[in-house]
Nanobody
């Protein structure tokens, strides 16, 4: 059973920083792309950032230059470094990962349970 677990959320003042982690556990062959999404109260879930297996990255315009996505393949973990946080960054942050099975070679998208980020003074 593959699981993704996010951590690192919390309460931070505007202008502050947080680093989120997304760790994959279980039996699998490899992790392809990893994404971060967020969902604010009353809004749809929105894309934040992606890191591909070759470490290429893509960001939403709203976080470009402030957030950095990275990964440590040896630890099966992805990260989202969030700097210069704004109140509008307040949301539940979710990671997902496209993970290849070690048995079937098929890939499947997994989601974590989310971690709350609140930016407020």
């Amino acid at each position: 059973q593959v699981q993704l677990v996010e951590s690192g959320g919390g309460l931070v003042q505007p202008g502050g920083s947080l680093r989120l982690s997304c760790s994959a556990s279980g039996s699998f062959f490899s992790i392809n792309a990893m994404d971060w999404y967020r969902q604010a109260p009353g809004k749809q879930r929105e894309f934040v950032a992606r890191i591909r297996s070759g470490s290429g990255t893509t960001y939403a315009d709203s976080v470009q230059g402030r957030f950095t996505i990275s990964r440590d393949n040896a630890k099966n973990t992805g990260y989202l470094q969030m700097n210069s946080l704004k109140p509008e960054d307040t949301a539940v942050y979710y990671c997902n990962a496209n993970i290849e099975s070690s048995v079937t070679s098929y890939s499947q998208l997994y989601w974590g349970q989310g971690t709350q980020v609140t930016v407020s003074s």
